[in-house]
């Protein structure tokens, strides 16, 4: 089996889903929100993250960690927690021996919705079609399992293997 974690970072929240490429279609296996205790200090916070990015993935045991790259936001104090949290991700994919791919949020909108200026709720609604989900996932879970997607993509995973991933009207089709 051949796993993708994908993590979508934040400083209050942060995102992760794993995909299993092993398939003809790429497989859900698991996502969730990892909510961080707001009232505690930024370390805290982050070692909160770090540990329980080492439980899913010793859990779950994936063999690449895809994460969403910083985008420039007009506030630079969000950007640097923002930094931060990235930090805590990729020592715990480190620690773990894991390889770590980037991703610009609008490349995994791009590839997942259609547009890069896709909006939440049409990433989500892409993510639960091309998993073949029963409901959306929640937000941040949703976007780390775009991650996940797009990185399938982009490394020629099962998509590429398959012949199956093809564009139509700008978007990704599993």
Known sequence: ??????????SRKTGFGVVDTSQRKP????????????EASLATRLNVLFESLVTVIS??????????????NKNAQSALKLGHARGAIMVAAGQCQLPVFEYE???VKQLVAGSGNADKFSV???VQRQLNLPSAPKEDAADALAVALCHIHLSGGVA???????????????
Not at 27 to 38: A, E, Q, R
Not at 160 to 174: N, P, T, V
């Open 124 to 126: 989500a609604h892409m």
């Open 1 to 10: 089996m051949s796993l993708v974690l994908g993590v979508d970072p934040g």
């Open 59 to 72: 859990e779950y045991q994936p063999n690449e960690v895809a994460i969403e790259d910083i985008f420039m």
């Open 105 to 107: 949020a609008r490349k």
């Open 27 to 38: 497989i859900y296996v698991t996502s969730g929100v990892i909510k961080l205790p707001v």
């Open 160 to 174: 590429a293997l398959s012949g199956a991933g093809k564009f139509a009207r700008g978007r990704l089709r599993m």
